[in-house]
C-alpha cells in the first residue's frame, strides 16, 4: 500500500500489510510494528520506493525505533529529485533485542508529496511494494 505523510516534520511509523515468511518474528498491533519473541541481535533490512508525487525535489528522513525509543544515531536522509523519479532506499540495523521487544521503522518528511509508494503488477513485470522488511536472527545475546 502506498504510505503518505499527512504533515510534514511529523514522525510516522512505515507499516506492514502482508507476510511471506515467519518465525518468531511477527507484524504486531498496531502493524507497524515487528516483534521478535526471542532474545538476541537481529538485522533488520529494508528497501523503501520514495516518490515524490510532484513539484521539485524533498527528503525523506528515516530511522529506527525500538519499543517506542528512537535509536541514536540511525536517521538518513535520502533526497527524492521530483516527479517520475523514484529512489529506492535501502540499509540495514543490527540491533540487541529482548523477548518481545518490538522493531519500528520510521520516517518523515520535508514535503508531503514524498510517499512511500506502491505500484500494482503490469504485465511482465510483478507489483512493487512500498516497502520491504527482513528481519533475521543473527544470534543469541551473550551472557
Known amino acids: 500500500t502506498t504510505q503518505t505523510a499527512a504533515?510534514?516534520?511529523t514522525a510516522y511509523a512505515v507499516t506492514f500489510n502482508s507476510t511471506d515468511l515467519s518465525n518468531d518474528v511477527t507484524v504486531g498491533s498496531p502493524t507497524s510494528r515487528i516483534v521478535?519473541?526471542?532474545a538476541g541481535i537481529y538485522n533488520f533490512q529494508f528497501s523503501l520506493q520514495l516518490d515524490k508525487a510532484s513539484g521539485a525535489?524533498?527528503?525523506a528522513y528515516i530511522w529506527a525505533r525500538v519499543n517506542g525509543t528512537n535509536i541514536a544515531d540511525s536517521a538518513s536522509e535520502v533526497a527524492v529529485q521530483g516527479t517520475v523519479a523514484e529512489t529506492i532506499a535501502a540499509w540495514n540495523f543490527v540491533l540487541s533485542m529482548n523477548a518481545n521487544d518490538y522493531?519500528?521503522?520510521m520516517w518523515s518528511v520535508d514535503d508531503t508529496n514524498v510517499q512511500i509508494k506502491a505500484v500494482a503488477a503490469a504485465a511482465p513485470v510483478p507489483a512493487i511494494p512500498s516497502v520491504i522488511l527482513t528481519a533475521t536472527f543473527v544470534s543469541a545475546l551473550s551472557t
Request: no cysteine; hydrophobic share 50%.
Open 36 to 38: 521478535v519473541a526471542n
Open 7 to 9: 504533515a510534514t516534520g
Open 103 to 105: 522493531f519500528q521503522l
Open 57 to 59: 525535489a524533498g527528503h
